[in-house]
Every structure is written in structure tokens, then in C-alpha cells.
């Protein structure tokens, strides 16, 4: 673990905070700055509200989404990333979700898939494109529906790659790397049924407090009637996967979901929940955003990447998230909130551990074990969910960050205005 002590090295205080955040703070009409961050609710694969619509319909109510939230005339966005990881024909589905939308044919789209990174990616895509110069306006979407598209894992490997013990662990169940984590990172099941009841927690907490309103868009999708297989239109306004009344007591009564791998600790309960939903956030130099007069929600300062064994695929932030403060010049302290995905309570509670990080600034408002992991979403969810969380405490520094199936991990770090 030398490579994580040289990382965490860049961890320790140093300075004062004003002096680490001033060149930061500083405006520059070149910067990439985020006007809009918006979400649809979350909601439970197969049972949830978004169970009977497919995925270029998600992406066609995010597009309606953006043009009626954004300011912004259609016309004038340089180009369009759309993340999503299990969507087929995705290129497809994108280009024409925009244009019925009421994007002219002149704005262009691509796709990216860096697993259950792809909505940070394609918010840095449409970022490093602002910064570059290339364009001035940019859109990020990540989208996943896990009704239309379930997961079905890796795929079968030609006889040239599968005999490399690395190459082979990439198309194993991520379940499999749960295991190994807690297994090899000593993550008991109580630390871990412990850290889901508390996400469940907050979760809760935060929705009944109203918490999640200001970045929660009503949804207008199809949904099957009872007893019908025509689908009508409704409106969905909420997250429907917080299980209220979750406690570290009932969880420990959930069988083990992999008895057949490491210690057995990964559950129904304490990994995240299967989930269809999407997220926009708008980017452009502060200079149009001025020009414009839009709200300045926060500045992009950096994304930072990084691979790791993919058998502990999960450890991944743990060398994102130094990579990323390294890349800022601030140090951990500066953090007001990390938006960590709980793609496992195992490696969760391992990055918390294993960085140091305050409890008290990790997903408090709960994480993807509470309200779910739409795998090319979530990327961009932890953004808007981290900023509008950010704006009502009036924090400063957010950080987002992620493990990787195949072995990586993400981090991105934004400065409120």
C-alpha cells in the first residue's frame, strides 16, 4: 500500500484554508462554471415509478427538462454528453432524444461510458471542452434505466486475453469485488449494515425535510395502468427507494446476497439499490454565463481518474480522491461535503476509513444504498445533489467521487460561488 501512503501524504493540513482556496476563488471570465443542475427522481428498478418507461424517454424528459430550466436557447449549446452505461444503441437513442426535445440538428451529441463514472465523465467532457475553448456552452447528461436495460455483468473474453489473472477479473459480478474488499480490507458486516442504516437515515431525513425539492424536476413519463398493459402519461416528483424506519437492527437479518464468495457480508441492504433515473448540469465560461446573467451555481476546478486491481475495483476513490486535491492544490480539510458513491457499504466504509474522512461531511443527506445507483446517472446526480446541499449550507468545496467497475476510480472537485 506504499502508493496510497505517497497519495495520502498530499492529505495532511497544511496552511491556512484562505490562503489554499484564494487562487481558486478567484474569477476569470475563462472559467467553467455550472448554471444549471437538475435531476429527475430516483426510482426502484422494475417496481418503481419510472419501471414501465424506456431509456430514450428518460433522456427526452431530461432534454424538455434542461430547455425549460436552463435559460439557454437550445441553439446555443456547443455540444451535448450523454453518459449511460447499459443502454444499447445508446448513440442512437441520444441523438434523437435531443432533437424530438427541441434541439436544432446544428448542436451535435456524443456518448461516454466509464461505468458507474459516466455522468462525471460527461460533465468533464462538455468542462474540459468549455476550458480548451472549443465550445462555450456545454450540456452533460448521465441517464440509466435499469427496467429497460438490467444488468447481465461481463462479457465472455477471447482465449488471448483470459489466462491475465487482471484482464480476467474485469468481467467478474461486482458483488464478487464487495467481497474482496471486506475480505481483504477486514469490513465487518456490522460496520457495514451500520453504515447503510445511516444512509438509509439521512436519506429519510432529508426528503421528509424537503432537502431534495430544489434539484428534483417532476418527470412526465409512461407508466402501465392496473391490470393494463397501455401506458399513460404521469408525473412523478419524488425518490422512491428510501425505506423509511431502516435500521442497523433489521438489516442484519438480510441474508447474505453471495454466500458463495469471501466472508459473506454484502446484502440486499447494505449495497445500493438497483434504479432508473438522469441528471443535467449545464456548463460555460463565467463570461457567457454573465453575458447572460444566469445564476452561477459553482465552478468545475478539476476531475481526476485512477486505476486499481479490478478484483477490489471498490477501493478506487482512494487514489481518485488525493489525485484530485493534488490536482486543486487544496488539501482534505478544505472539503465541506463529499458525495462518495455508495456502490457497496465494503468499500465505503473502507474510504472513509482508509482517508480519514469526517463522517459528518460524508453523503449526509444519504447516498445510492438509500435512494440507488442508475449507473450512468450517478455521476452527475452526486453533483447536483452535492451543490444543492453545498448552496443550503453555504459550503464552499464539494467533492464527488466513485469506484469503477473493471478497476478505477473518479473524483471531481467544484467550488461554490
Known amino acids: 500500500m506504499q502508493r496510497v501512503k505517497q497519495l495520502a501524504a498530499h492529505l495532511t493540513p497544511a496552511g491556512l484554508l484562505t490562503d489554499r482556496l484564494a487562487s481558486l476563488q478567484t474569477k476569470n471570465p475563462d472559467d ?28 427526452l424528459e431530461m432534454f424538455k427538462q434542461v430547455i425549460s430550466h436552463s435559460k439557454v436557447e437550445p441553439e446555443a449549446v456547443g455540444d451535448v454528453c450523454v453518459g449511460t452505461v447499459l443502454t444499447p444503441d445508446a448513440a442512437y437513442f441520444a441523438r434523437a432524444a435531443m432533437l424530438a426535445a427541441g434541439f436544432p440538428d446544428t448542436v451535435p451529441v456524443q456518448i461516454i461510458n466509464r461505468f458507474c463514472s459516466s455522468g462525471l465523465m460527461a460533465v468533464t467532457a462538455v468542462a474540459n471542452q468549455v476550458r480548451a475553448g472549443q465550445i462555450e456552452i456545454g450540456l452533460a447528461i448521465g441517464v440509466e434505466s435499469m427496467s429497460d436495460n438490467p444488468d447481465r455483468g461481463g462479457p465472455t473474453f477471447s482465449e488471448l486475453i483470459s489466462p491475465h489473472p487482471a484482464a480476467r477479473d474485469c468481467k467478474e459480478r461486482m458483488g464478487w469485488t464487495s467481497e474482496n474488499v471486506a475480505a481483504e480490507f477486514n469490513i465487518t458486516r456490522e460496520e457495514q449494515d451500520a453504515f447503510a442504516a445511516d444512509s ?8 421528509k425535510h424537503g432537502y431534495f425539492a430544489k434539484e428534483i424536476v417532476p418527470f412526465t413519463v409512461l407508466q402501465k395502468g392496473l391490470n393494463s398493459d397501455e401506458r399513460i402519461p404521469v408525473i412523478v416528483t419524488e425518490d422512491d427507494g428510501i425505506r ?44 457567457e454565463a454573465e453575458r447572460r446573467a444566469l445564476p452561477i451555481l459553482a465552478k468545475h476546478i478539476t476531475t481526476a481518474v485512477a486505476g486499481v486491481p479490478p478484483r477490489i475495483m471498490g477501493v478506487g476513490p482512494v487514489y481518485a480522491i488525493p489525485l484530485a486535491l493534488k490536482n486543486a492544490g487544496i488539501q482534505l480539510d478544505d472539503v465541506d461535503l463529499f458525495e462518495i458513491n455508495e456502490a457497496f457499504a465494503s468499500q ?6 482508509k482517508l480519514g474522512l469526517s463522517p459528518e461531511k460524508v453523503n449526509v443527506n444519504g447516498g445510492a444504498i438509500a435512494f ?10 452526486q453533483v447536483v445533489t452535492g451543490l444543492n446541499e453545498l448552496h443550503r449550507r453555504r459550503g464552499k468545496i464539494l467533492l464527488t467521487s466513485m469506484c469503477i467497475g473493471t478497476g478505477m476510480g473518479a473524483a471531481g472537485i467544484f467550488l461554490r460561488e
Open 348 to 353: 465505503c466504509v473502507y474510504v472513509v476509513k
Open 244 to 287: 423509511y424506519g431502516t435500521t442497523q437492527e433489521k438489516l442484519s437479518k438480510i441474508k447474505a446476497a453471495f454466500p458463495q464468495w469471501g466472508n459473506s457480508t454484502t446484502t440486499g441492504g447494505n449495497a445500493s439499490q438497483i434504479t432508473d433515473g438522469a441528471a443535467a448540469v449545464l456548463v460555460m465560461t463565467r463570461r
Open 200 to 207: 438509509f437515515r439521512k436519506a429519510e431525513a432529508a426528503q
Open 32 to 59: 467553467v462554471v455550472i448554471t444549471l443542475a437538475i435531476r429527475s427522481p430516483l426510482c426502484k428498478a422494475k417496481k418503481g415509478g419510472f419501471k414501465d418507461a424506456r431509456t430514450d424517454e428518460l433522456m
Open 372 to 381: 440507488g445507483h442508475p449507473l450512468g446517472c450517478t455521476g452527475a446526480r
